[in-house]
């Protein structure tokens, strides 16, 4: 949670020492977030028995209606894959359909995507073999009737390059990728789909140096996690913030930071809800002495990391805490990981009339253009 206005940070200096430990700070959060490990579906990516739907070469869907799917053509499943496919593909497509929707509306994430490529390499530190998608584009899954016995496939938005492979071949091999010059490659000019093979050669070209490293021109449909790669590029471009943050650099492990923000901590008392004037006071909910410690404490600028185990009112305070900041005329910023996290607090909100106060930027059930 960050407050405008209440701790106004300012940079005390930029030294080596400074600068080296946000740098060093940025390669261990970067690689933190990225995962390049197994469980990374941008990497290594698994059939599952029904999370997975494969429409590329020697899979049961049609090659011309797939053809108008790449060509950016909505194609209804019993046209990809004909009546007698069209029962297991539905039931993947509600599986894949059910997850992609979990995670837009728990994490604000969309992970529905056509993956059309697989690259693939040897792998000399263990012997997970990868398997990355080299072009994604954003999948919807619309269903027909109301027994969900079928869907509609389309494509909104662009074919981008999985930024993940890139990254994974920067950091591991030292392959440099232009993923603008790259998908320049990609052939769009007619009327069905676009054609990877040049994209696909020269991106096998560029990474000949990267041993056994082959494409193979596989189309599938799931869910691919982009679950941090937002936060991954904020850290990649956000040298000069967090250089000009003391809590940033104190926590990227520079000691005079670290100093300047122990000196300007203004901790509440423990009493101090005792003689807080009732007029001075916008509680909306009730709070115990630990609660309204918390509160104080960041009302008078203190920098804080509050625990609490499940049921012991973390949300409750949370809707104490904006409602007043807010009426101190402070902005507040509340973010948090999984979207009934942010349902908590901000019911709690409206249930005492304040749900006016509330920009929520990611709402489960309102459109992307709203």
């Known amino acids: 949670m960050s407050v405008e206005g209440a701790n ?19 390669q261990i959060w970067t690689g933190q977030l990225v ?44 046209t990809l894959f004909g009546n007698d496919g069209g029962t297991d593909a539905a039931k993947r497509a ?27 390499w040897t792998n000399e530190r263990s012997t997970s073999v990868p398997a990355s998608p080299v072009l994604l584009r954003q999948a919807n899954l619309t269903p027909r009737g109301r027994a969900e016995e079928s869907f509609e496939l389309s494509l909104p938005d662009e074919w981008e390059l999985n930024p993940t492979l890139v990254y994974a071949l920067e950091q591991g091999f030292q392959v440099t990728l232009d993923p603008a010059a790259l998908l320049e490659q990609l052939d769009e000019g007619g009327a069905g789909a676009p054609d990877p093979t040049l994209l696909f050669e ?18 599938v449909l799931g ?22 943050s003391d809590l940033l650099c104190a926590i990227a492990g520079y000691e005079p930071a670290a100093q300047a923000i122990r000196d300007r901590q203004s901790p509440a008392d423990i009493s101090e809800p005792d003689r807080v004037p009732p007029a001075d006071e916008f509680l909306v909910l009730d709070a115990d002495a630990s609660q309204s410690y918390v509160i104080n404490a960041a009302v008078n600028g203190s920098d804080l990391v509050v625990e609490g185990p499940p049921g012991t009112g973390k949300s409750q305070t949370i809707a104490n805490l904006i409602a007043t900041l807010a009426a101190r005329g402070k902005k507040v910023l509340f973010v948090a990981e999984k979207r009934a996290a942010i349902d908590a607090v901000v019911n709690r909100l409206s249930d005492r009339g304040l749900g006016d106060l509330v920009l929520d930027l990611h709402d489960g059930v309102t459109s992307k253009r709203k």
């Open 94 to 120: 509600r599986t894949i359909r059910a997850k992609a929707t979990e995670n837009f509306e728990e994490r604000g994430l969309r992970t529905l995507f056509l993956a059309w490529g697989m690259a693939t």
């Open 8 to 26: 106004p940070v300012v940079a005390t200096g930029m030294d080596a020492a400074r600068v080296a430990a946000v740098e060093r700070a940025q």
């Open 202 to 219: 020269q991106l096998t070209k560029a990474a000949s140096a990267v041993p056994g490293f082959s494409i193979t021109p596989r189309v």
């Open 223 to 244: 869910n691919f996690s982009y679950a941090k790669w937002e936060m991954v590029q904020d850290l990649q471009a956000g040298t000069d913030a967090l250089l000009a």
């Open 35 to 78: 995962d390049l490990g197994g469980r990374n579906t941008l990497l290594y990516y698994r059939d599952l028995k029904v999370g997975t739907l494969d429409l590329g070469p020697g899979s049961a869907a049609d090659p011309m209606a797939v053809e108008q799917l790449l060509g950016s053509h909505a194609i209804a499943l019993s």
